[in-house]
């Protein structure tokens, strides 16, 4: 495994094959279809704000040992603008040259992490999402099948590295958190952060892990987003 990917997944070993299947079917074929539905119908309902999106990032979900997961990126430091040093997903702004917004998003994932992804390994589009600066962003979910049969090569000039959190530890309760914001002293939103792992995920990128989550997995992640008229 490449010194650059991490990976979380605790009790791996330990679990045995007939306990496996409710974790696994996370990335089932049955739950794939019911999720690829979903998503093309929430996708006719944001489509005059996907076509004005002007960026798109890979939410990319993958196995690791069997276990299913999603891969993260840890911004190298040396970016300029605000988001250096950050957990987020591959991706980046939509470029005159790419054909939509998958296009976007498998191309950036090209670039920072050297996978080369054809679209049917994507699911859809998730809900369009305004970052700090006020960019929209597309959220691309698609599953990369095991990371063991990929090879990794992070360009050191954007990532600083790569790792996973498991779909089971991310739904755990205890892995889970939210930052009350307040504004003059008067409560003004709340947001969900992943405070457990290799690193912290926050912002924009615990909000999309949020609503993959809710999307895999329903019934299973409490929303801990209350940001009225922003998400």
């Known amino acids: 495994m490449l010194p650059a990917l991490r990976h979380l997944c605790q009790g791996v070993s330990s679990i045995s094959l007939p306990n496996m299947g409710p974790v696994r079917r996370y990335l089932s074929w049955e739950n794939e279809q019911r999720c690829r539905g979903l998503l093309e119908a929430s996708a006719n309902q944001y489509r005059k704000e996907q076509e004005a999106a002007s960026a798109a990032v890979l939410v990319s979900l993958c196995s690791v040992a069997g276990e299913p997961a999603i891969l993260y990126t840890l911004r190298s430091s040396t970016l300029s603008g605000l988001h250096k040093g950050d957990v987020s997903f591959p991706g980046g702004k939509r470029e005159a040259s790419d054909r939509d917004i998958i296009a976007t998003a498998l191309r950036e994932t090209q670039e920072e992490l050297g996978v ?22 597309v959220p691309v979910l698609a599953n990369l099948g095991p990371l063991e049969h990929l090879v990794l090569k992070p360009n050191a000039q954007e990532v600083e590295a790569a790792f996973t959190l498991s779909i089971s530890h991310l739904l755990q309760e205890e892995n889970q958190g939210y930052t009350h914001y307040c504004y003059n002293g008067v409560y003004s939103y709340t947001l969900p ?4 792992g290799p690193h912290r995920v926050w912002g924009l990128t615990a909000i999309i892990t949020e609503l993959a989550l809710e999307l ?13 008229g922003r998400y």
């Open 116 to 137: 080369q992804l054809g679209e049917d390994c994507v699911w859809g589009i998730m809900r369009p999402l305004p970052d700090r600066t006020k960019i929209i962003v």
């Open 216 to 228: 895999l997995a329903p019934g299973k992640y409490h929303k801990k987003t209350n940001v009225v």
């Open 193 to 196: 952060v992943f405070p457990r």
